[in-house]
């Protein structure tokens, strides 16, 4: 079990780039979340899959951000035309089991600086 | 809609004291509450995690307990060390809507 893993770490560039971060969940996890935290405040839900389905967006999601699972393994999380508000931590976690009574666990985070 | 909030917002202790941390929910309904560490840059850390069924949860110098009724979790740390330093977040899920994060708890035991 290697946990969950981001990348990149950090992602500095400037506004109006698109980005694009991954993460790969623990194996056999159905279940990935993607979050965006703030400095001095916690995380805040963005969006998750269970296997290669999209469930549930957040109204914090718009049109700028796109997140897929093609195979129900690996995630990705792209947002286009960045802004200065962009700039967060862009936190990944999954969970295995269909219910939602299975701990959460996180990557490390994808650090992204809008310049 | 859930609503979760942690006080105090920074805490600092000597080494060796035991310590609670608070977290306060408005939904009743909670299906579970999980409790996190987050060191600077990090990610979270999940340490406990408590079923609405539940009222308590243990590991190591760790206890948390969970009052539905009263709409409180605490999360109890024995002995401190300067190890336990960081932030501690609750987070709370009810029914079909996504985890609730609180702002967390910014602890530092000093040596």
């Known amino acids: 079990d290697t946990g969950v893993s981001q990348d990149p770490r950090h992602k500095i560039t400037k506004r109006g780039q698109n980005v694009t971060f991954r993460c790969d969940p623990i194996s056999e996890h159905n279940r990935l979340y993607w979050y965006r935290q703030t400095l001095g405040q916690g995380p805040e839900f963005l969006t998750y899959f269970q296997n290669e389905a999209q469930l549930e967006k957040s109204r914090l999601l718009s049109d700028r951000f796109s997140a897929e699972r093609p195979k129900g393994s690996f995630s990705t999380l792209e947002i286009q035309r960045t802004e200065q508000g962009d700039s967060a931590m862009y936190l990944c976690a999954s969970s295995f089991g269909w219910a939602s009574d299975q701990p959460q666990h996180f990557g490390d985070g994808t650090r992204l600086s809008i310049l | ?111």
Do not use: H, M
Request: glycine content about 10%; some cysteine.
């Open chain 2, 1 to 111: 809609k859930q609503e979760v909030t942690q006080i105090p917002a920074a805490l600092s202790v000597p080494e060796g004291e035991n310590l609670v941390l608070n977290c306060s929910f408005t939904d009743s309904a909670i299906y579970n509450l999980q409790w996190f560490r987050q060191d600077p840059g990090k990610g979270l850390t999940s340490l406990l995690l408590i079923q609405s069924s539940q009222r308590e949860q243990t590991s190591g110098r760790l206890n948390a307990s969970l009052d539905k009724s009263s709409g409180r979790s605490t999360l109890y740390i024995a002995a401190s060390q300067p190890g336990d330093s960081a932030t501690y977040l609750c987070a709370g899920l009810s029914g079909n809507t996504p985890l609730v994060f609180g702002k967390g708890t910014r602890l530092s035991v000093i040596a």
